[in-house]
Structure formats: structure tokens, C-alpha cells
């Protein structure tokens, strides 16, 4: 059994009240660290000096500019044991670049170390977005989940979601923005169902909303007992 929760949900067109899309799952693994998702750790009662792995699906904004923020927490915190920070080639170097960027001091003391596209139980699998990205999959207390980070229909992304016991699929279009879609190679509701099907996978759990996908899930697919919507607490 595992838990799944959700710092965020969101796409990186923001709004008030919404977080970019970040899981926590069983209160000691991230995937994919958007802006404020410390503060969600926070408010989860959290404590930010127990997350251990944190895979990253890419390196924009929207999922991955929460990082600093939590290796500075960290470090003001003192926590030593290392974070493990898995993510697309290059995140290593990237990472210590942007914490340069953002004038770390140098007294911080930052234990991370850092993994390229695959660690322990996780497999990463390159989907079809603007920049590379790495879908996880990962086995956790005896389940298989798989998160695509942003992509857009990828027939990678079902393969390596084969017979997953849950698939988290990106899902920011309607099928009625697909020219949206293919322009900024995301998935429309329809790419996420395809995806949903050829892998066999059990239960669906869309996310990287936004208000459109929110309304469209929230009204027409949550009928559907496979189908998960992205909040609170999802036991697996
Ligand atoms: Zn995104």
C-alpha cells in the first residue's frame, strides 16, 4: 500500500488558489517540485528534512522551481541526511547553477546528490514535450505508478505505463484546443484516455489542470469509477 497526495495540481498558467503540479508520495518522495510546494509540505505538516527522493520530470518552471526553495529551507534547517534528486541529463549541473543564480550563501551547507534519469525502483521513460522529459515509473509498497510529467500523446509514455496500477497523465487541453496542444506539446483529455487505454493501466488520475481541464474532469469523467481527481489523499 502506498499514499499519494498532492502539493499541487495545476499547469503553469496559475491562478489563485492553485499550485503547480507536485505528488508526495508516501510523505517521503516527490515527483516534480513546482514553485511553493514547500508550502504545501508545510501545511501538510510535512517536515521538508524528511524528503528523500524527488524525481523530476523537467526543468521548467512550473516543475521544478520549488527545488531552491526547498534546498534553501534545508539548509537553514540543517538538515544533513542527502536528498536523493533524480531527474532529466544535466539536472546536477543545472541545479547548482540555479542555486548560483539565486545568490546561495555560501555558508549553506546543501546535502543533495543527484541521479540522471533512473534510481533504485524508478525507470525513466523520455515522453514527447518541448524539452526533454522523463516519465517515472516507479514501484512503491507494492504498486506501480507511473507519472508522465508534460507530454504530449506519447507512445513511449504507454509502454512504460504498461498495466501501472495508477498513471498519472498531464492533462492541460480540451480536444477543442488541440491546435494548443500540439503548439506547446501537451495532451489534450483525449491523448490522456489513449494513453489510459493502450497501457492498462488500473486507475487514471489526471493532472497539470487547467480551469477547462478542471471543469471537464470534475463534470463528465469522474463518473467514471477509474478516474481520479487530483486532490487529497488517494490510498493505493
Ligand atoms: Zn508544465
Given at each position: 500500500?502506498?499514499?499519494?497526495?498532492?502539493?499541487g495540481n495545476w499547469?503553469?498558467?496559475?491562478?489563485?488558489?492553485?499550485?503547480n503540479i507536485s505528488?508526495?508520495?508516501?510523505?517521503?518522495?516527490?515527483?516534480d517540485?513546482g514553485?511553493?510546494?514547500?508550502?504545501?509540505?508545510?501545511?501538510?505538516?510535512?517536515?521538508?528534512?524528511?524528503?528523500?527522493?524527488?524525481?523530476?520530470?523537467?526543468?521548467?518552471?512550473?516543475?521544478?522551481?520549488?527545488?531552491?526553495?526547498?534546498?534553501?529551507?534545508?539548509?537553514?534547517?540543517?538538515?544533513?541526511?542527502?536528498?536523493?534528486?533524480?531527474?532529466?541529463?544535466?539536472?546536477?549541473?543545472?541545479?547548482?547553477?540555479?542555486?548560483?543564480?539565486?545568490?546561495?550563501?555560501?555558508?549553506?551547507?546543501?546535502?543533495?546528490?543527484?541521479?540522471?534519469?533512473?534510481?533504485?525502483?524508478?525507470?525513466?521513460?523520455?515522453?514527447?514535450?518541448?524539452?526533454?522529459?522523463?516519465?517515472?515509473?516507479?514501484?512503491?509498497?507494492?504498486?506501480?505508478?507511473?507519472?508522465?510529467?508534460?507530454?504530449?500523446?506519447?507512445?513511449?509514455?504507454?509502454?512504460?505505463?504498461?498495466?501501472?496500477?495508477?498513471?498519472?497523465?498531464?492533462?492541460?487541453?480540451?480536444?477543442?484546443?488541440?491546435?494548443?496542444?500540439?503548439?506547446?506539446?501537451?495532451?489534450?483529455?483525449?491523448?490522456?484516455?489513449?494513453?489510459?487505454?493502450?497501457?492498462?493501466?488500473?486507475?487514471?488520475?489526471?493532472v497539470h489542470?487547467?480551469?477547462?481541464?478542471?471543469?471537464?474532469?470534475?463534470?463528465?469523467?469522474?463518473?467514471?469509477?477509474?478516474?481520479?481527481?487530483?486532490?487529497?489523499?488517494?490510498?493505493?
Amino acid at each position: 500500500m502506498a499514499s499519494l497526495r498532492f502539493m499541487g495540481n495545476w499547469s503553469s498558467n496559475i491562478t489563485a488558489s492553485k499550485r503547480n503540479i507536485s505528488l508526495l508520495l508516501d510523505g517521503s518522495i516527490a515527483m516534480d517540485f513546482g514553485p511553493h510546494s514547500i508550502e504545501s509540505l508545510l501545511e501538510m505538516r510535512v517536515d521538508p528534512c524528511g524528503i528523500d527522493t524527488i524525481f523530476i520530470s523537467h526543468m521548467h518552471l512550473d516543475h521544478y522551481a520549488g527545488l531552491p526553495e526547498l534546498l534553501w529551507y534545508r539548509a537553514i534547517h540543517q538538515c544533513r541526511e542527502p536528498v536523493h534528486i533524480v531527474g532529466p541529463r544535466g539536472i546536477g549541473n543545472n541545479t547548482k547553477s540555479l542555486l548560483e543564480l539565486l545568490h546561495t550563501p555560501e555558508a549553506f551547507e546543501i546535502f543533495a546528490e543527484y541521479h540522471e534519469e533512473k534510481y533504485d525502483n524508478a525507470t525513466g521513460f523520455v515522453a514527447n514535450h518541448l524539452i526533454r522529459d522523463i516519465g517515472f515509473r516507479l514501484e512503491i509498497g507494492g504498486k506501480v505508478l507511473f507519472y508522465s510529467g508534460d507530454t504530449s500523446y506519447s507512445e513511449n509514455v504507454s509502454k512504460g505505463a504498461e498495466k501501472a496500477d495508477v498513471l498519472l497523465h498531464e492533462m492541460t487541453y480540451l480536444d477543442s484546443d488541440r491546435q494548443w496542444a500540439d503548439f506547446w506539446k501537451h495532451s489534450t483529455v483525449s491523448d490522456a484516455l489513449r494513453v489510459f487505454s493502450e497501457s492498462g493501466s488500473k486507475i487514471l488520475v489526471p493532472v497539470h489542470l487547467t480551469s477547462k481541464t478542471e471543469r471537464y474532469l470534475n463534470e463528465t469523467m469522474e463518473k467514471d469509477s477509474r478516474i481520479r481527481v487530483p486532490q487529497g489523499h488517494i490510498e493505493l
